[in-house]
């Protein structure tokens, strides 16, 4: 069973405007959650994360919202640039580091111009 | 700081053979984990190594294995190859276990 999902398969966003990616997760003992930004023939990229202890957590233009009883959090990016055209991947971990990553299958970002 | 390096960055093996894929973590970071990448699965864990030791492993079969030297640097072995091994190897390190995992540029494993 999936642990971690995106529903999104892809998402267009015009660029200068809001992107917002989401993401679902089943297992509540998950309790660290990380957005990776893949291009092709390239490996993930590290872009943000977030503790279950926090709900938000800002780094420039990214920004990642848990909401934990929903179990879902969310990837905002203000203002999307062209060069954010790629597939996005939430993951989680049980405990920070103590575990493997579990991904989602991801989202593909395409900016508009 | 140089990032994760894994090599080969392609290859192509025949069903049957055995292969061994290598990664050179980060400078300092101690742990490194394997991910097996495919269109159908996603990305999927394989193992984790830290101090030389596998601290966790993701559910594959035992053709699946690795091994941490004392320089962090890793290796992962698949014996048996099956065609469904076919897959984007990706390599991660981090400092610690507690932190967030960096990722090389993979392996492209065709098995024919």
């Known amino acids: 069973d999936q642990q971690v999902k995106q529903n999104s398969p892809s998402l267009s966003v015009q660029e200068g405007r809001i992107s917002i990616l989401n993401c679902d997760y089943t297992n509540s003992m998950f309790d660290y959650f990380l957005w990776y930004k893949k291009y092709p023939a390239e490996g993930p990229t590290f872009l943000i994360s977030i503790s279950s202890i926090k709900d938000k957590n800002e780094d420039g233009r990214f920004t990642v919202f848990l909401n934990k009883s929903a179990k879902h959090l969310s990837l905002h990016i203000v203002p999307s640039q062209p060069g954010d055209s790629a597939v996005y991947f939430c993951?989680?971990?049980?405990?920070?580091?103590?575990?493997?990553?579990?991904f989602g299958k991801g989202t593909h970002l395409i900016i508009q111009p | 700081k140089a990032g994760v390096t894994q090599t080969p960055r392609y290859l192509i093996k025949t069903r049957g053979q055995q292969v061994t894929l290598s990664c050179s973590p980060i400078?300092?970071?101690?742990?490194v984990s394997w991910y097996q990448q495919t269109p159908g699965q996603g990305l999927q864990f394989l193992f984790e190594?830290?101090?030389?030791?596998?601290?966790n492993k993701g559910n594959f079969p035992g053709r699946f294995s690795g091994r941490q030297f004392s320089n962090s640097r890793s290796e992962m072995n698949v014996s048996t190859l099956e065609l469904g091994d076919s897959a984007l190897y990706l390599c991660?390190?981090?400092?610690?276990?507690?932190?967030?995992?960096?990722f090389g540029p993979g392996t492209r494993l065709t098995v024919t």
């Open positions: 993951a989680a971990s049980l405990v920070v580091g103590a575990d493997g990553l579990t």
């Open positions: 190594y830290f101090s030389e030791t596998q601290r």
């Open positions: 991660a390190s981090s400092l610690a276990r507690t932190t967030e995992q960096y």
């Open positions: 400078s300092g970071h101690r742990s």
